[in-house]
């Protein structure tokens, strides 16, 4: 931290640089954040107070409506199963997410030099993999005619697997995105887990064998407290990321069939394009962001406690 | 002795169920169309043809989209490694008010929901007149690789000693040319993973891509471009697994280049694209 400078001892031309350029340095930062990200925000707050349609987009002169968007998408029953469905999306996908890449973590830990490089390298080809060309793999696995999927269904006896059309049904489609979205979230996790749980000392874990404890006690009692922020960190950055995916079901089901598959995103980009109203897309996606904000409000504390002892 | 087994048998569960989709794309993408359209599946490269990849890259303006998504991505690293670096290097090696602030809003600003943010974006670009180019887009990708370009040049940079920097200062260099002397070599593998992760964000973006680039479909990046193809190409699969391969093929290369100790430190910065 600078120290104020006294009256008494003018301040050198060395000293006043000093004072000078760390601000210079984050200036470029700051202006275009406050550009791209902040105005930004800003002008979808605005809209979200305005009538904003097509009309309004051409012609530029958009009026205020103070809370009117609002109280429209909120008194919707449209909207509350949307949200039911973006919880319950983000419930499902971070829960397997988490618990699969704990377990894969877990697994990476005892595995010897070659199986572990195999693994790590099949995780790290599925990160790699962009979530476009994922998405469309993901649509021909589960081709009704030649799809894979099917054919290892039927294959196993299950004959009314025959030509099936997953994404014709909701609650398929819906299981497919879950399957997409933690295929791709557990390498991150997996692997950011592992090289978290590598740091613990291991005399931890060989005194705890010693006394006779299990896997689960070892997990329960070392692991995870050890790793509590990591843990929760992770589970952090999968729950921004599940509740705003959108390009896997925009490409995938446009979130369709009927409104079976439409989270939060997905409904203001819908409501926004096809019925264009900005003004209420721009409420939907504030509406949004706000149950974000909420949900990691604990996050931003632990963030900033640790910001401080840094 | 179980326990071993059992181990085994799991680890090359996970790896199947990683890598088989991949692996099925790229099979899919060599495999003659009689081999896709068949009964049973072939799950090994008997007989393999590079035809789809022609139809792949003979499809109506594959080089412009290429092009297009190379310098929509590469100028929005350029553009974040250089202002990132200039913030990272206030945070990591100077002492000024506000610093905590400053470094929370970077933490903020990296987990803001970009979809989120489509409406507006695309109302400014309009107004602008900046719909329909490539540097609205380059802007916006610049924007979002901004805060963890930030954030993970900062680890990089904390992570070479100061001292250093002070010896170059009492040799009698400048601060700028103790940067450059000193920081800069020792900081250029962690600009390169940085730069390279930054890359990959903005090479798979299609939200933005899909809004802004409208009127003027010469303009269109690839990822736009892939999810289009299948529209365009009604079921030929063979074609649709070439087109996402060679799509994919720039982001592994980037991960090959990566691997070991890069890729591990940018997942301990707990950064994602």
Same mark, same amino acid.
């Given at each position: 931290m600078e120290r104020p400078v006294t009256p008494a001892a003018p301040p050198a031309p060395q000293r006043r640089k000093r004072v000078v350029l760390p601000y210079l340095l984050i200036a470029p930062t700051v202006l275009t954040t406050a550009y791209l990200l902040v105005y930004p925000l800003v002008r979808n707050v605005i809209i979200s107070f305005q009538r904003f349609g097509l009309p309004e987009l051409v012609r530029g002169d958009a009026q205020?409506?103070?809370?009117?968007?609002?109280?429209?998408?909120?008194?919707?029953?449209?909207?509350?199963?949307?949200?039911?469905?973006?919880?319950?999306?983000?419930?499902?996908?971070?829960?397997?997410?988490?618990?699969?890449?704990?377990?894969?973590?877990?697994?990476?830990?005892?595995?010897?030099?070659?199986?572990?490089?195999?693994?790590?390298?099949?995780?790290?080809?599925?990160?790699?993999?962009?979530?476009?060309?994922?998405?469309?793999?993901?649509?021909?696995?589960?081709?009704?005619?030649?799809?894979?999927?099917?054919?290892?269904?039927?294959?196993?006896?299950?004959?009314?697997?025959?030509?099936?059309?997953?994404?014709?049904?909701?609650?398929?489609?819906?299981?497919?995105?879950?399957?997409?979205?933690?295929?791709?979230?557990?390498?991150?996790?997996?692997?950011?887990?592992?090289?978290?749980?590598?740091?613990?000392?291991?005399e931890l874990y060989e005194s705890a064998r010693i006394d006779g404890a299990g896997a689960w006690r070892v997990f329960s009692t070392i692991t995870f407290?050890?790793?509590?922020?990591?843990?929760?960190?992770?589970?952090?950055?999968?729950?921004?990321?599940?509740?705003?995916?959108?390009?896997?079901?925009?490409?995938?089901?446009?979130?369709?069939?009927?409104?079976?598959?439409?989270?939060?995103?997905?409904?203001?980009?819908?409501?926004?394009?096809?019925?264009?109203?900005?003004?209420?897309?721009?409420?939907?996606?504030?509406?949004?962001?706000?149950?974000?904000?909420?949900?990691?409000?604990?996050?931003?504390?632990?963030?900033?406690?640790?910001?401080?002892?840094? | 002795m179980t326990g071993r087994v059992l181990r085994t048998v799991a680890a090359l569960v996970v790896f199947a169920v990683a890598v088989f989709p991949v692996y099925w794309m790229v099979l899919t993408a060599f495999k003659p169309t009689k081999d896709i359209q068949s009964a049973t599946p072939t799950f090994l490269p008997i007989s393999i043809t590079f035809e789809h990849f022609g139809t792949a890259v003979a499809a109506q303006g594959f080089f412009s989209f290429w092009r297009n998504s190379l310098l929509v991505a590469g100028g929005a690293v350029l553009l974040a490694l250089l202002v990132a670096l200039l913030a990272a290097y206030a945070v990591a090696r100077l002492r000024w008010r506000g610093r905590r602030a !400053?470094?929370?809003? #970077? +933490?903020?600003?990296?987990?803001?929901?970009?979809? %989120?943010?489509?409406?507006?974006?695309?109302?400014? *670009?309009?107004?602008?007149?900046?719909?329909?180019?490539?540097?609205?887009?380059?802007?916006?990708?610049?924007?979002?690789?901004?805060?963890?370009?930030?954030?993970?040049?900062?680890?990089?940079?904390?992570?070479?000693?100061?001292?250093?920097?002070?010896?170059?200062?009492?040799?009698?260099?400048?601060?700028?040319?103790? !940067?450059?002397?000193? #920081? +800069?070599?020792?900081?250029?593998?962690?600009?390169? %993973?940085?730069?390279?992760?930054?890359?990959?964000? *903005?090479?798979?973006e299609f939200a933005f891509a899909n809004v802004l680039i409208i009127k003027d479909q010469d303009d269109r990046t690839l990822p736009v471009w892939l999810s289009s193809f299948q529209n365009t190409f009604g079921t030929d699969w063979g074609a649709t697994m070439a087109a996402s391969t060679l799509f994919m093929l720039p982001v592994l290369l980037i991960f090959v280049v990566l691997q070991g100790r890069v890729t591990t430190g940018i997942v301990g910065g707990a950064v994602k694209g």
């Open positions: 205020f409506v103070g809370f009117a968007n609002y109280a429209k998408v909120l008194a919707d029953a449209e909207f509350w199963a949307v949200v039911r469905r973006t919880l319950w999306f983000t419930a499902i996908n971070v829960v397997l997410i988490m618990l699969l890449s704990t377990l894969v973590a877990l697994l990476l830990m005892r595995l010897g030099k070659w199986l572990r490089l195999l693994v790590m390298g099949g995780l790290v080809l599925t990160w790699a993999t962009p979530i476009i060309a994922a998405t469309t793999v993901f649509q021909w696995l589960f081709q009704s005619r030649l799809g894979v999927v099917n054919w290892l269904l039927v294959s196993l006896g299950f004959e009314e697997y025959r030509d099936y059309t997953w994404f014709a049904n909701g609650e398929a489609t819906f299981g497919i995105l879950v399957g997409l979205v933690v295929w791709q979230s557990v390498p991150f996790a997996a692997l950011s887990l592992y090289a978290a749980m590598v740091t613990v000392p291991t407290p050890m790793l509590r922020a990591m843990f929760g960190l992770i589970t952090c950055l999968e729950v921004i990321w599940v509740v705003k995916a959108f390009v896997q079901i925009w490409v995938i089901s446009q979130g369709g069939p009927g409104q079976s598959t439409t989270t939060l995103p997905v409904y203001a980009f819908q409501v926004a394009q096809s019925l264009q109203r900005y003004d209420l897309g721009a409420a939907v996606s504030m509406l949004m962001v706000l149950l974000l904000v909420i949900a990691l409000l604990a996050y931003f504390r632990v963030l900033y406690r640790q910001e401080r002892e840094a | !400053f470094v929370l809003m #970077v +933490f903020i600003a990296q987990m803001t929901p970009w979809e %989120a943010l489509l409406i507006p974006i695309y109302v400014i *670009a309009r107004d602008t007149g900046m719909l329909d180019t490539l540097w609205m887009l380059t802007l916006v990708y610049f924007m979002i690789t901004l805060p963890f370009t930030i954030v993970t040049l900062r680890g990089f940079l904390a992570a070479i000693p100061p001292d250093l920097e002070e010896a170059a200062l009492v040799d009698g260099c400048s601060r700028g040319q103790a !940067f450059r002397r000193v #920081v +800069f070599p020792l900081l250029a593998p962690g600009l390169l %993973a940085t730069s390279l992760f930054g890359f990959i964000t *903005a090479w798979n």
